[in-house]
């Protein structure tokens, strides 16, 4: 079993791995980075005011590293999230790729409206700057080297990575045929659903707490299982919650889960406000953590913090400070735009805002600007058994399970798939809230509107950790409008991550180089995995289970065997086969006509010396017994026959028989068989 870590995890992508299981290549996850897009001009008109960014058509950075492997050699991909499916097109459309991708059917839905989304912002791109040539090998300009040596050195080391690797993982955006294509490879599956791929390993999904339909995945095969452990939030606002139990008992807890650290390392979740006491999340020491663990020894209490509604209560803290913070721009005649990209998000922020709309007596509209918007909210009030338990009760009541669809049917939010749409125009006023994507403020409806709100002081912009917003907002200088770069729940807070891991309790738990100095734990074993590095995980079982099928045990007839004071059963088989169905090993029979003929018997144990003398004896044949000297091994016996030089020399793990006469080997046979248990 190896691991190979492919990308490190940043804010706004998730890491991705490949893992060697059983013979198999398992792909953890497919996201696609789009951070890069900020060495982009958003827009060709406004190429004079950005000459220090690639003015082009932009490319993507698929898959990072992953474009250095054959795809043929990939046979699944495992999704945890559906923003972990952006990159996947990029794999499917290859003629080489033939693999399974494994994903909750929430994901996949989710996954593909954002696909959709992405292809059609990058065709307004098309719009102005028009598409690539077609020609094999040819590279657009800004990508030959001397090129790339005139960019300044923040772009070019976005075009080339640390050392140069990165210049061939530049690829052009996927179409919607390869959408419709790689949608065909997704298998779906609900929560708790078994599925066994190839034969050999057995996969189940189980809740993550992070967004509608993400996942944490256990990968079980005849010589171990893993828990494959992604970002996770014990309890989410919308989101069914985390569920742990599920992974107790693994051999292996694959941790990837870093966005605890990504907040600490920040410090600040704002940019452009004084809130920073109100937002900031304390870093944990590893002395801290270790108190944390001894306060909670008993099993009980440790799952009672890990599962603690403080967590909920600082996320709801948050959301409500935006809320305040749009109200007060709002109040000044500005306008508020919203380029998040987490679904849960957008649709806790929208309950939110309109209650405190409501309650300040604002009558500002509310625009939803997203070519798949109307779809993605149609679903996620469709769905309930992929949300919360709070959710769930609001549809046994009666209610919407979210709180869009009263806002859409009074009329308070307005979608619309463009947003020039003459419907729109018509409706436009400001004030207003504005929703839309992208968060990379390079593509999207963001650019226009962004365009025309930088320079106001009175408007605000909402980002979410982890964008460079220097870097995103430097082709709209100089910027008046006020940023608020806020800091949402998006995995396993870090002082929470030891005592997960005594409640999970597997024999080795791989953990990313970042945590290494956050986890010290004599009780745990860890192992530690980096960025292009592989792994060897140590053999998880000496021995492996096998099932017996039920014709086959009936007919067995077995027999007790004593070895260093354990009982164990015993019998013969004679043409079984073992096969691998379902991840287990299965004994069965082979379905030949057995033979009529009793089978010669096999016998095993240590052979006392005194007790075949004797049985020797009774066979007739006159021997005499040599014990061992001092100078010799006390285990090892030699009995001597009185014909020729013929002896019987027996140790502690083989007897060895010289005898040249076949009807005295006959006898010496039958003598070792009264002393001997055999079947």
């Given at each position: 079993?190896k691991?190979?870590?492919?990308?490190?995890?940043?804010?706004?992508?998730s890491?991705?791995a490949?893992?060697?299981?059983?013979?198999?290549?398992?792909?953890?996850?497919?996201?696609?980075?789009?951070?890069?897009?900020?060495?982009?001009?958003?827009?060709?008109?406004?190429?004079?005011?950005?000459?220090?960014l690639?003015?082009?058509?932009p490319?993507y950075?698929?898959?990072?590293?992953?474009?250095?492997?054959?795809?043929?050699?990939?046979?699944?991909?495992?999704?945890?999230t559906?923003?972990g499916m952006?990159g996947?097109?990029?794999?499917?459309?290859?003629?080489?790729?033939?693999?399974?991708?494994?994903?909750?059917e929430?994901?996949?839905?989710?996954?593909?409206l954002?696909?959709?989304?992405?292809?059609?912002?990058?065709?307004e791109?098309?719009g102005?700057?028009g598409?690539?040539?077609?020609?094999?090998?040819?590279?657009?300009?800004?990508?030959?080297?001397?090129?790339?040596?005139r960019?300044?050195?923040?772009?070019?080391?976005?075009?080339?990575?640390?050392?140069g690797?990165?210049?061939?993982?530049?690829?052009?955006l996927?179409?919607?045929?390869?959408?419709?294509?790689?949608m065909q490879?997704?298998?779906?599956?609900?929560?708790?659903?078994e599925?066994?791929?190839?034969?050999?390993?057995?996969?189940?999904?189980?809740?993550?707490?992070?967004?509608?339909?993400?996942?944490?995945?256990?990968?079980s095969?005849?010589?171990?299982?893993?828990?494959?452990?992604?970002?996770?939030?014990f309890?989410s606002?919308?989101?069914?919650d985390?569920?742990?139990?599920?992974?107790?008992?693994?051999?292996?807890?694959?941790f990837?889960?870093l966005s605890?650290?990504?907040?600490l390392?920040?410090?600040?979740?704002?940019?452009?406000?004084n809130h920073?006491?109100?937002?900031?999340?304390?870093?944990l020491?590893?002395?801290?953590?270790?108190?944390?663990r001894?306060s909670?020894?008993?099993?009980?209490?440790?799952r009672?913090?890990?599962?603690?509604?403080?967590?909920?209560?600082?996320?709801?803290?948050?959301i409500?400070?935006?809320?305040?913070c749009?109200?007060?721009?709002?109040?000044?005649?500005?306008s508020?735009?919203i380029?998040?990209?987490?679904?849960?998000?957008?649709?806790?922020?929208?309950?939110q805002?309109?209650?405190?709309?409501e309650?300040?007596?604002?009558?500002?509209?509310?625009?939803?600007?997203?070519s798949?918007?109307e779809?993605?909210?149609?679903?996620?009030?469709?769905i309930?058994?992929?949300?919360?338990?709070?959710?769930?009760?609001?549809l046994?009541?009666g209610?919407?399970l979210?709180?869009?669809?009263?806002?859409?049917r009074?009329?308070k939010?307005?979608?619309?798939?463009?947003?020039?749409?003459?419907?729109?125009?018509?409706?436009w006023?400001?004030?207003?809230i504005?929703?839309?994507?992208?968060?990379?403020l390079?593509?999207?409806p963001?650019v226009?509107l962004?365009?025309?709100w930088?320079?106001?002081h009175r408007?605000?912009?909402?980002?979410?950790?982890g964008?460079?917003?220097?870097?995103?907002?430097l082709?709209?200088?100089?910027?008046?409008?006020?940023?608020?770069?806020?800091?949402?729940?998006?995995?396993?807070?870090?002082?929470k991550?030891?005592?997960?891991?005594?409640?999970l309790?597997p024999?080795?738990?791989?953990?990313?180089?970042?945590?290494?100095?956050?986890c010290?734990?004599?009780?745990?074993?860890?192992?530690?995995y980096?960025?292009?590095?592989?792994?060897?995980?140590?053999?998880?079982?000496e021995?492996?289970e096998?099932?017996?099928?039920t014709?086959?045990?009936f007919?067995?007839?077995?027999?007790r065997?004593?070895?260093?004071?354990k009982?164990?059963?015993?019998?013969?088989l004679?043409?079984?086969?073992?096969l691998?169905?379902?991840?287990?090993?299965?004994?069965?029979?082979?379905?030949?006509?057995?033979?009529?003929?009793p089978?010669?018997?096999?016998?095993?144990?240590?052979?006392?010396?005194?007790?075949?003398?004797?049985?020797l004896k009774e066979?007739?044949?006159?021997?005499?017994?040599?014990?061992?000297?001092?100078?010799?091994?006390?285990?090892?016996?030699?009995?001597?026959?009185?014909?020729?030089?013929d002896?019987i020399k027996i140790?502690?793990?083989?007897?060895?028989?010289?005898?040249?006469?076949e009807?005295?080997?006959?006898?010496?046979y039958?003598a070792?068989?009264?002393?001997?248990d055999?079947?």
């Amino acid at each position: 079993m190896k691991l190979t870590c492919l990308s490190k995890e940043a804010a706004t992508i998730s890491r991705h791995a490949l893992l060697h299981l059983s013979g198999h290549r398992l792909l953890l996850d497919c996201p696609l980075d789009l951070s890069p897009l900020t060495a982009f001009t958003p827009l060709k008109t406004l190429a004079s005011q950005t000459l220090t960014l690639i003015q082009s058509l932009p490319r993507y950075k698929a898959l990072r590293n992953l474009h250095l492997y054959d795809p043929s050699l990939i046979d699944a991909v495992l999704i945890t999230t559906p923003a972990g499916m952006l990159g996947l097109p990029f794999l499917t459309r290859s003629p080489r790729f033939g693999g399974k991708v494994y994903a909750t059917e929430a994901a996949a839905r989710v996954g593909r409206l954002m696909m959709e989304e992405l292809v059609a912002m990058h065709e307004e791109m098309l719009g102005f700057y028009g598409p690539e040539r077609e020609e094999d090998g040819v590279l657009p300009e800004w990508l030959r080297w001397e090129e790339v040596e005139r960019l300044p050195e923040t772009v070019r080391e976005v075009v080339m990575g640390g050392s140069g690797e990165e210049m061939g993982s530049w690829m052009p955006l996927y179409s919607a045929a390869d959408i419709k294509e790689c949608m065909q490879s997704v298998q779906p599956l609900k929560y708790a659903e078994e599925v066994c791929f190839n034969g050999t390993i057995v996969l189940k999904a189980f809740s993550s707490g992070l967004e509608i339909g993400s996942c944490n995945w256990t990968i079980s095969g005849p010589r171990g299982s893993i828990a494959y452990l992604s970002s996770s939030i014990f309890q989410s606002a919308h989101a069914m919650d985390f569920d742990y139990h599920s992974l107790q008992g693994k051999d292996v807890v694959l941790f990837s889960d870093l966005s605890s650290l990504y907040s600490l390392a920040d410090g600040n979740d704002t940019s452009g406000s004084n809130h920073d006491e109100e937002m900031e999340e304390k870093d944990l020491s590893p002395s801290d953590v270790s108190e944390v663990r001894a306060s909670y020894d008993k099993e009980d209490e440790t799952r009672s913090y890990l599962i603690d509604p403080g967590e909920s209560s600082e996320e709801n803290n948050k959301i409500s400070f935006i809320c305040s913070c749009v109200i007060d721009s709002l109040n000044e005649g500005g306008s508020v735009l919203i380029p998040v990209g987490r679904v849960g998000i957008i649709l806790v922020l929208l309950e939110q805002l309109s209650q405190l709309l409501e309650s300040s007596n604002l009558e500002v509209p509310i625009f939803m600007v997203s070519s798949t918007a109307e779809e993605m909210l149609a679903f996620t009030n469709a769905i309930p058994e992929w949300l919360c338990k709070r959710r769930q009760d609001k549809l046994f009541a009666g209610e919407a399970l979210f709180g869009h669809v009263d806002l859409m049917r009074e009329r308070k939010l307005n979608i619309f798939p463009l947003l020039y749409s003459p419907e729109l125009l018509m409706m436009w006023r400001e004030p207003c809230i504005v929703f839309a994507p992208h968060w990379s403020l390079r593509l999207g409806p963001v650019v226009h509107l962004l365009h025309r709100w930088h320079a106001d002081h009175r408007c605000l912009l909402i980002l979410e950790q982890g964008v460079d917003a220097e870097a995103a907002l430097l082709p709209f200088k100089p910027v008046a409008i006020k940023v608020l770069q806020c800091s949402f729940l998006s995995g396993i807070k870090v002082e929470k991550i030891q005592p997960l891991l005594e409640v999970l309790r597997p024999k080795f738990t791989l953990l990313p180089e970042d945590l290494r100095s956050q986890c010290k734990d004599p009780n745990l074993s860890f192992l530690y995995y980096s960025e292009n590095t592989t792994v060897c995980i140590p053999k998880l079982r000496e021995n492996f289970e096998a099932f017996l099928a039920t014709d086959l045990a009936f007919n067995l007839l077995p027999r007790r065997l004593t070895i260093k004071g354990k009982d164990m059963a015993i019998a013969r088989l004679k043409g079984g086969r073992l096969l691998l169905r379902n991840g287990k090993y299965i004994l069965v029979s082979s379905g030949e006509k057995q033979a009529t003929e009793p089978l010669n018997k096999l016998y095993w144990g240590c052979i006392d010396p005194a007790r075949l003398l004797s049985a020797l004896k009774e066979k007739e044949i006159n021997a005499s017994l040599r014990l061992p000297s001092e100078n010799e091994d006390s285990t090892c016996s030699t009995i001597y026959l009185e014909q020729g030089d013929d002896f019987i020399k027996i140790s502690a793990s083989q007897t060895f028989i010289r005898c040249a006469d076949e009807s005295t080997v006959a006898r010496i046979y039958e003598a070792i068989s009264t002393i001997c248990d055999g079947i």
